[in-house]
């Protein structure tokens, strides 16, 4: 079975809503730009709280935000 990764459309999703910045995004969940840097590069998966956090400022489901994507490629 292949690693699984979780994908993310953090960085569309923000250009969509007023292109705003990392450090908005970063701002209204409470963590660092380095925090939301990372997630966007998809080095970095954020705890299942973060990840509502962030999927409730875009007003959009977690499922549009977050996504597993197959590591077998």
Same mark, same amino acid.
């Given at each position: 079975? @292949? &690693?699984?990764?979780? /994908? =993310? =459309?953090?960085? &569309?999703?923000?250009?969509?809503?007023? #292109?705003?910045?990392?450090?908005?995004?970063?701002? &209204?969940? @409470?963590?660092?730009?380095?925090?939301?840097?990372?997630? $966007? &590069? /998809?080095?970095?998966?954020?705890?299942? $709280?973060? +990840?509502?956090?962030? +999927?409730?400022?875009?007003?959009?489901?977690? #499922?549009?935000?977050?996504?597993? $994507?197959? @590591? =077998?490629?």
């Amino acid at each position: 079975m @292949g &690693k699984s990764l979780i /994908g =993310n =459309n953090v960085r &569309k999703l923000r250009f969509n809503h007023d #292109e705003m910045t990392q450090q908005q995004l970063a701002d &209204k969940v @409470g963590v660092t730009r380095q925090t939301i840097v990372t997630i $966007e &590069k /998809g080095n970095y998966s954020p705890s299942l $709280e973060l +990840a509502f956090r962030i +999927a409730r400022v875009f007003n959009s489901p977690l #499922e549009e935000v977050f996504f597993m $994507e197959d @590591g =077998n490629s």
